[in-house]
């Protein structure tokens, strides 16, 4: 079942065309990886899906349903879950109270969820050991973790990560990588993960390479090219 279908989505940035008649889709339950070299408009999608820019023309069509005129937090209570790059967690707050924080996305927001699922503690155990202590003093690993934890207790159907390994220790890079599986494998959550880890993309169903803005690629990841591995992964 199609869970994310996109259309001819073009999005600028005043004058500027980033995003060219973009189409892609995911399934439900399916990891989708987008990639391409920095600046060709990966992250301009995710913004675009997440409703932090509106596109000019095209379709975001989620569970059958379009959503291009609806706001981010409508799109959040909708199921979509966005991990934007750099983490962007609250450094003043407590590793606790950032968690609380992705249950706003939930119907009732926080006044009505205040339970963190145990779930987040064994995906990411040493956030529970964290709980008291300010989100700004954890390392850039564990900010990550921190920022999917958060993301996840949204209960999103399709969890959108930009670049989740950027910076990070190779260790906690393949603690996210499991994690991630498991959230696939249990929870059933769909994935759309911009990455340039070459691992982490092989793990992905499906791939979708962008080049000034356009889909130019497409396919199996288990058909994934030494090529394309060098067109759109190299740095």
Avoid: W
Avoid at 12 to 17: A, D, I, P, Q
Avoid at 37 to 54: A, C, P, Q, W
Avoid at 55 to 71: A, K, L, N
């Amino acid at each position: 079942m199609t869970m994310l279908e996109i259309r001819g989505l073009n999005t600028y940035y005043g004058e500027s065309h980033i995003l060219r008649d973009v189409d892609l889709r995911v399934l439900a339950g399916e990891m989708v990886c987008l990639i391409g070299r920095n600046g060709v408009g990966k992250t301009t999608l995710l913004k675009s899906l997440i409703g932090l820019l509106k596109p000019r023309s095209g379709e975001i069509i989620f569970e059958g349903h379009g959503m291009e005129r609806q706001p981010p937090h409508q799109r959040a209570r909708s199921g979509l879950g966005y991990v934007p790059q750099g983490r962007e967690i609250i450094p003043q707050l407590t590793v606790e109270e950032n968690l609380m924080l992705g249950m706003e996305a939930l119907p009732g927001g926080l006044a009505r969820n205040r339970r963190i699922d145990p779930f987040i503690y064994e995906l990411f155990p040493i956030l529970q050991e964290f709980l008291s202590r300010k989100g700004g003093d954890l390392s850039g690993g564990q900010q990550q973790q921190l920022a999917i934890a958060r993301a996840l207790l949204g209960q999103p159907k399709l969890l959108l990560l930009d670049e989740p390994t950027e910076g990070i220790q190779p260790n906690i890079v393949q603690d996210i990588e499991a994690a991630v599986q498991r959230i696939i494998a249990e929870k059933g959550i769909g994935v759309l993960l911009v990455e340039q880890h070459l691992q982490f993309v092989r793990q992905a169903d499906r791939y979708y390479a962008m080049q000034r803005g356009g889909i130019v690629a497409s396919g199996s990841t288990a058909e994934l090219s030494q090529d394309v591995v060098d067109r759109f992964l190299s740095v």
